[in-house]
C-alpha cells in the first residue's frame, strides 16, 4: 500500500549523522543538495507532470554563504547527501539565476501533485524543522541549544547540564469504526463543510494504541468497540505525528459526543456514501491521509463500485 510521508526513494543513512562536518565537507565538495523550507512552505519546481522538490545543487548558492547554511542531514539521493535548510529570509539573495524557477507552498497543498518519494523527504525536512524551531532552549535548564550529528541532536550549551534533545513524534491513533454495513464517521468544529473522517486522537503516556482507540471512540462518540485490529501507519508532518490506523468493530452504545471534541458524528451506509460523495452532500478526508485509505479499505470489501471511482478519480 502507498502511502503519502512514508519514506520512500531514498536511504537515511542513518549512521553518517555522527559525522559532525558533513555539511560542511559536502558543501566544500560540491556534493550537496538543499531542500529550502521559508515561512513553513517548501521549495518546489513546476514539471509537465505536476510538482517536485526543489532540490538546490550547491554550485547555485552564492559562495559567500555556502558556509553559513545551517540544516538538517536528511540522506541521500541519487547517491547525493540532502540537507533540510530552514530559511528566516526569502533565499532568492542567496542563489545565483541558473538554481531554476523556485516557489513555495503549504506542504498540504503541493502533496498531492509530488511523487512518493519527493513528498516523503520534503515531510521529512519540515519536520525536522519544527523540531529546531521549538527547541532552540534547553528544557531543563532554559539555555540556548546548539546542533550536533547533523542537525538530529540538539545539546544545551550549559556543559554543567549538557542536556541532549532528540526529534520527537507523537503518536496518534486513527480508526474506523463500523458495524458491518455502516461506518462511524465525524467531524469537528471548524472543518470545512460537509466534511466527515474517522475517529483520531493522541495516545497518552502509559496508554498502548489498542487502548486509545477504545478510549478515543468511546470519549468522542459514546460507543464502544471491539476487535481493534491494526490497518497501517503514516507518518504526519503537521506537524510531527505518527498516525497509527485501525480498523475497529462496534459492540454497543448510541452516539453520543461525550468529551464535545466533535460537532457531528454519525453512521453512514455504502450506498450513502456512493449517492452523497458525488453530490457533494458529504466531502471525505485529503486523499493523502490515511483517514482516506480507511475509508477506501472498508468501502471496497464489500462494494460492487470502487471507492476512487465514487471520489471522482
Same mark, same amino acid.
Given at each position: 500500500m502507498a502511502i503519502h510521508?512514508?519514506?520512500n526513494g531514498y536511504d537515511r543513512c542513518s549512521l553518517q549523522r555522527q559525522r559532525q562536518l558533513l555539511l560542511k565537507k559536502s558543501v566544500e565538495n560540491g556534493s550537496a543538495l538543499f531542500l529550502f523550507i521559508f515561512d513553513g512552505k517548501v521549495g518546489i519546481r513546476k514539471t509537465h507532470e505536476g510538482f517536485e522538490a526543489a532540490f538546490i545543487?550547491? #554550485?547555485?548558492v552564492l559562495t559567500a554563504y555556502r558556509n553559513k547554511l545551517t540544516g538538517s542531514f536528511l540522506g541521500e539521493v541519487g547517491g547525493m547527501p540532502v540537507f533540510g535548510i530552514r530559511c528566516d529570509e526569502h533565499p532568492d539573495g542567496i542563489l545565483s539565476s541558473?538554481?531554476?524557477d523556485l516557489f513555495f507552498m503549504e506542504l498540504k497543498q503541493v502533496t498531492p501533485y509530488l511523487s512518493k518519494m519527493h513528498a516523503s523527504i520534503i515531510g521529512y525536512a519540515v519536520a525536522m524543522i519544527h523540531w529546531h524551531r521549538n527547541h532552540q532552549f534547553c528544557g531543563v535548564c532554559g539555555n540556548p541549544t546548539e546542533s550536533s550529528e547533523s542537525g538530529h541532536v540538539l545539546q544545551c550549551t550549559n556543559r554543567d547540564c549538557d542536556k541532549k534533545t532528540f526529534p520527537r513524534t507523537d503518536p496518534a491513533v486513527i480508526a474506523l469504526v463500523h458495524n458491518g454495513e455502516s461506518c462511524l464517521l465525524g467531524r469537528q468544529r471548524g472543518w470545512p463543510d460537509r466534511l466527515y473522517s474517522t475517529i483520531a486522537g493522541f495516545v497518552e503516556p502509559g496508554e498502548s494504541p489498542e487502548q486509545a482507540v477504545y478510549r478515543e471512540v468511546y470519549e468522542e462518540t459514546g460507543t464502544l468497540v471491539r476487535n481493534v485490529q491494526y490497518f497501517a501507519s503514516q507518518p504526519w508532518p503537521f506537524?510531527? #505525528?505518527l498516525m497509527l490506523g485501525f480498523t475497529a468493530c462496534w459492540d454497543t452504545g448510541l452516539i453520543s459526543m461525550k468529551d464535545n471534541e466533535l460537532q457531528d458524528a454519525r453512521w453512514y451506509s455504502r450506498d450513502e456514501l456512493a449517492e452523497w460523495i458525488p453530490n457533494g452532500k458529504i466531502q471525505m478526508p485529503n486523499r493523502i491521509s490515511i483517514?482516506?485509505?480507511l475509508i477506501e479499505h472498508w468501502f471496497n470489501e464489500s462494494s460492487t463500485v470502487k471507492f476512487h471511482e465514487v471520489c471522482g478519480e
Open positions: 510521508f512514508a519514506q545543487e550547491t #554550485s547555485t541558473d538554481c531554476g506537524p510531527a #505525528s483517514a482516506w485509505k
